[in-house]
């Protein structure tokens, strides 16, 4: 809006304003094109005035002549005190930040999109009040991601191309979420408050042995405790979504205080279920289990199997509090009977139309297409 055709007391108000969002138009040259404007405001804004939140969005720049704005426009968002900062390149090459420390007092919440991050910018010390970390799409060929304060840490469709382990040490991080993580399996130090982890590497990347030849390999820890350095980090949690982890399972650690885990169908492959009858060794308090069993193969038949425990029955090795599995499947195959053999201790119900009806594992018959498939319980 033109500020001539506003009363006098409203023009200046934008100097104080408490929101910035600066978004770039389509075209090449979008960056180039707000350039005149944010000098602008960078010497006419009130510098005593905070900033609560700060986006800056480009999807195209040119590496050459408009990286040195962008990282100017992110410094001075942090001059300017702000507590939410977004930083969006969605271009096909990332953007360059600056390898500067990041030194705030007020920021709390960061949200990084396509960008390449230095060592310096991803230790955080000087951020004692950063709770919440977002990056997706990002480049990260660090050592180390640091941070005292942080709570939420989620990293989606990131890369690393360092030949070395990216070590995240945040020891008050309560919720993790590491989904398509391409390159070198990160490191995770000790976190005794996390709750809340979901894990979804790369099929490539998931061994975690320490051996010298594998330099995509995660080491175990170096006590005698023979813990896999990866799980062995997410022991303390709550509640777990495990993905591709099926050889980290040969040194598994106790998960002590895990009471909800939903796993996919990797899990369910190895033979004789080695990998799931493990976790569930190793999970004493574990209450709900949840097996998503999809499958590209066969007819598309969507299902959903929840079931409750018959004691008597309960299989030694099971947690005693385990009160719910869930089956979820799109193919009611050889492999979804394989699973409910082994959990055949359970009463499995059938969701239909909104109602139960008890199936009870003796022999259980499913249709799909022209093919019966049958599984029996008895020994």
């Not at 109602?355 to 498939?373: D, P, R, S």
Request: hydrophobic share 40%; proline share 3%.
């Amino acid at each position: 809006m033109r500020t001539c055709v506003l009363a006098r007391r409203w023009r200046h108000l934008w100097r104080s304003t408490r929101g910035l969002r600066v978004v770039g138009l389509d075209g090449a040259d979008a960056v180039q094109g707000l350039r005149k404007f944010m000098d602008h405001l960078l010497v006419l804004r009130d510098r005593a005035a905070d900033l609560d939140a700060a986006e800056i969005r480009f999807d195209r720049f040119s590496v050459a002549d408009d990286e040195a704005y962008v990282n100017l426009w992110t410094r001075f968002a942090v001059m300017s005190r702000v507590r939410d900062l977004t930083l969006h390149i969605g271009a096909s090459s990332y953007l360059d930040l600056d390898n500067l420390p990041l030194v705030s007092q007020h920021l709390r919440v960061m949200n990084l999109d396509g960008l390449s991050l230095q060592q310096k910018f991803l230790d955080l010390a000087g951020c004692p009040a950063l709770e919440v970390l977002n990056m997706q799409h990002c480049d990260i060929s660090v050592g180390r991601i640091s941070s005292r304060s942080l709570k939420h840490l989620s990293l989606r469709s990131c890369r690393s191309n360092s030949n070395c382990w990216v070590h995240v040490s945040a020891p008050g991080l309560v919720s993790l979420v590491l989904l398509r993580f391409g390159g070198t399996t990160p490191f995770l130090e000790n976190m005794a408050l996390l709750e809340t982890a979901r894990l979804d590497l790369s099929d490539d990347f998931d061994v975690c042995f320490d051996y010298d030849s594998d330099e995509n390999s995660v080491p175990f820890n170096k006590d005698d405790s023979g813990d896999s350095v990866l799980l062995g980090a997410l022991s303390g949690a709550k509640h777990l979504e495990l993905f591709v982890f099926r050889r980290d399972l040969r040194q598994c650690p106790t998960f002590s205080k895990l009471k909800t885990l939903l796993l996919n169908e990797d899990w369910s492959e190895a033979p004789d279920l080695d990998a799931l009858a493990c976790i569930l060794k190793h999970s004493p308090v574990l209450e709900k289990l949840t097996l998503q069993l999809f499958t590209n193969k066969g007819p598309k038949q969507e299902m959903k199997m929840k079931g409750s425990y018959s004691s008597a029955e309960r299989p030694a090795a099971i947690s005693e509090h385990l009160k719910v599995v869930e089956v979820q499947c799109n193919v009611v195959n050889q492999g979804v009977f394989k699973v409910l053999k082994f959990l055949c201790a359970f009463n499995i119900r059938k969701l239909t139309d909104g109602t139960f009806h008890t199936l009870y594992l003796l022999k259980l018959a499913f249709v799909c297409g022209n093919e019966t498939v049958e599984a029996s319980c008895e020994e």
